[in-house]
């Protein structure tokens, strides 16, 4: 996003990428452009303003599937019920286009969802984008834009100088601003100024502040036969989104007990060839588990079946990323200056798919 939105002002771009295609957080999300979860005020606005770019950057890169589908997050009980009216009550309800819905309601706008619930809060904000193929998609308007964007896949960053980057060839490549979009990776080229400055929470008296990461567990079936047309959301992902943090939100249940302890809530999102990505756990201690939990797996699936009211069709992948998110603070996501003319961008958490036009767009203000 950064290339992209370097490119819209004129500035000409050498994009290194240390893989031969992006393998990272950007290409494992779910790809949801998602306002309705978001804190209010400038967390909020960010989304806002990233969920304008997106949809004029895929009027230019159609390939990256852009389409305002909204969500739907599903309530199973009177208390997940009582915590979405209250949030649909609040002053930035209209900005986020939310509306509660009854079980009727939410089967009118979304027919595919023929299981058992008690209503729903409609999110007309939200949107999706392709996550396995936006990447591409982007670099082609890139290069469509002239010789003025350079793609270097299996480059890696491995040393700064002010303005300067070399390359693991021993290539230097030099510019008015080096952007360092290193993601989860905490060593490395960003390693030292990390260490040195103190910004990971993992830090010797960061007291939890500062950057950590995240793993999460997703899957993704064939295609479903039906059509869903938007995203869905269980009333878990009411207990993870600041947005719901409402006066009634301490009444709601607990968790089941497996969603309790992998941080589990439901997330389904409709691929373009009719497969469901759904997802997801949340861990946060490391060293993080290598292997992929088969009861969390259990848990999503029983979900999505029983708001879908049908068998799900068979699993065809599983994977687990790994994002940074900046955690005790205010900010919404890293930025330092790591050499003069050289910014760290990294830690936006699980708002990164959403968010970064936007946070690329600040960086070139
Ligand atoms: C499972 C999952 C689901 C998510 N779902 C959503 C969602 O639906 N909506 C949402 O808004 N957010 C979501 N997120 C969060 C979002 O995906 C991330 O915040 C975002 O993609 C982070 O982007 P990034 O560019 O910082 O990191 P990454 O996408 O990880 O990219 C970092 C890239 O830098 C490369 N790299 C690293 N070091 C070097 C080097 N030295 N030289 C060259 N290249 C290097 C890596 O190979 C990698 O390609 C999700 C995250 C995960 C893991």
Known sequence: MHAVLARRRGLAVTHLEREPEGRGASVRNFGLVWVSGRRAGPELALALRARELWESIAAD??????????????????????????AADLPDAKQRQFEVLSADG??????????????????????????????????????????????LPGHEAVETAANGVRDHLGQWHRGDLVVLCTGANFTGIAGPHLAESGALASAPGAEGRGLRRVRL??????????????????????????????????????????????????LLVQRLDGSLTIG???????????????????HLLDRASALLGTALPRVQRRWAGVYSEVTGTSALYHRSVVKPGVVLVTGPGGRGM????AIAEETFL
Request: charge should be negative.
């Open 61 to 86: 890169a159609p390939g990256t599937g852009f389409r305002p589908h909204g969500s739907l997050t599903i309530a199973s009980s009177q208390a997940e019920l009582a915590v979405m009216r209250e």
């Open 280 to 298: 997801d756990t949340h861990e946060y201690d490391e060293p993080f588990g290598f292997d992929v939990k088969e009861d969390a797996y259990d």
């Open 217 to 266: 567990q997703m899957l993704q079936t064939l295609p479903f036969p039906g059509r869903l047309t938007t995203s869905i959301a269980d009333g878990d992902s009411l207990r993870y989104y600041p947005a719901y943090n409402v006066p009634s939100l301490p009444s709601l249940p607990p968790q089941a007990a497996v969603a309790a302890a992998n941080r589990a809530q439901l």
């Open 106 to 151: 939410v089967r009118e706008v979304n027919p595919a969802l023929q299981g058992e619930f008690l209503g729903g809060l409609w999110c007309r904000a939200d949107a999706i984008v392709e996550p396995r193929v936006a990447l591409p998609a982007l670099r082609s308007w890139l290069s469509s834009t002239g010789p003025g964007y350079e793609w």
């Open 354 to 357: 959403t968010c970064s036009p």
